[in-house]
């Protein structure tokens, strides 16, 4: 999500720096065809294999069959008949998480985590004095590679967006580099769905605008972008001219936490949806108590079978203290919707607006 202070670019130029984006090659897919040989050169996705199981990760022999994550189960299956399902382990892909982080601490302090698998790093500085981003790059890559047996993308430029976009340039295994005099020329070309931070939704919108590519945003005024795309309008003109001065944001706060299922069989009656809502409850209060962080917005998110998607949402004065009161809050959230129009297929919980001492982005063991 892009804040209002992400968009505001300085009336001066920052210093130039240097900054890598590491994306680790299908991470939870690559680390099973590790700890297992008979899975090496094989479609395998991780996830759930029943009829109503999604996909966590596919590794890149099942994508070159259009299996990607986040695709249902049944259409993976049908596109890759000889696809191999694989359930996950997250304590472990945590486990290799953090053999992970510990080289990239070898390098730089100023780490923003954005996932188990994917971090920006900031080398402009780096604690062995390696004059060259690239070298850096691939003195990570290389150490990954020794320690854990995976293989890591970078990408390398002089901002966020740009390593982003540089990292997906060279997957698998591989690393590219945006230089200053690259970049808005990079940009130009680029359609507007390839854009980092740009949905299949407003990228519609975009389209219908006659907005196509990167150069076609760059014609536009900020007036204009910020009329027709609110605060993420500014975010918009200034990437279409490749620049970009987020800073990477070590120790960057998580603002909610949640976790969500998808049922095996449609649900229509309030005290099985109820029953769903438990462990989901379990989960996030738990990360909450190891965290010490407290929320005080509660969200329900309903999803139909149909796949239409609601979320409802209740704001307190003061934080959720206990797991109790985020339990009342969510059951109440439910029963506000009964009796629900349409069979749900999947129910979330989330808590937000936290505070307290987390301070590194996490991710839950979300069922799959």
């Not at 994508?63 to 694989?86: H, N």
């Not at 945590?94 to 971090?119: M, Y």
């Not at 609601?310 to 969510?330: G, H, N, Y």
Request: with cysteine; aromatic share 6%; glycine share 6%.
């Amino acid at each position: 999500m892009i804040s209002a202070n992400d968009t505001l670019q300085p009336e001066h130029t920052p210093p130039q720096r240097k900054i890598i984006h590491v994306d680790m090659d299908a991470f939870y897919a690559s680390v099973e065809q590790r700890d297992n040989a008979e899975l090496r050169g094989k479609p395998v996705a991780v996830g759930g294999s029943r009829e109503r199981g999604v996909v966590a990760a596919a590794s890149y022999e099942a994508r070159k069959f259009g299996v990607r994550s986040a695709m249902p189960s049944v259409t993976a299956r049908r596109q890759c008949p000889d696809l191999i399902f694989v359930k996950p382990r997250f304590e472990v892909y945590k486990a290799v998480s953090q053999q992970i982080r510990e080289i990239f601490e070898g390098h730089t302090a100023i780490i923003e985590p954005l996932s188990l698998d994917e971090a920006y790093l900031d080398v402009t500085e780096n604690l062995q004095n390696i004059p060259l981003a690239r070298d850096v790059a691939l003195a990570i890559r290389a150490k990954i590679k020794e320690v854990t047996g995976l293989n890591a993308s970078a990408g390398i430029s002089y901002n966020k967006f740009l390593a982003k976009l540089a990292s997906d340039h060279r997957k698998p295994n591989g690393h590219y580099v945006i230089t200053p005099e690259m970049g808005p020329g990079f940009v130009e070309a680029l359609p507007v769905e390839k854009f980092h931070g740009i949905g299949p939704a407003t990228s519609a919108k975009m389209n219908a605008l006659g907005l196509h590519t990167g150069l076609d945003m760059r014609k536009q005024t900020l007036e204009f972008m910020q009329a027709n795309f609110g605060k993420a309008g500014a975010y918009y003109y200034w990437i279409s001219r490749g620049v970009d001065n987020r800073e990477v944001r070590a120790n960057r706060i998580r603002k909610s936490v949640g976790a969500e299922n998808t049922f095996s069989a449609d649900l229509t009656d309030f005290d099985a949806m109820v029953a769903e809502l438990e462990p989901l409850i379990d989960k996030v209060w738990r990360h909450c108590a190891e965290k010490g962080s407290r929320g005080r917005t509660v969200t329900l998110k309903v999803k139909f079978n149909d796949f239409e998607i609601i979320t409802r949402s209740r704001s307190i004065p003061t934080a959720v203290s206990t797991r109790e009161d985020l339990e009342r809050l969510a059951v109440a959230l439910l029963q506000n919707e009964i009796p629900m129009r349409k069979p749900v297929r999947l129910l979330g919980v989330s808590l937000s607006s936290l505070d307290g001492a987390e301070h590194e982005v996490s991710q839950l063991d979300l069922p799959i």
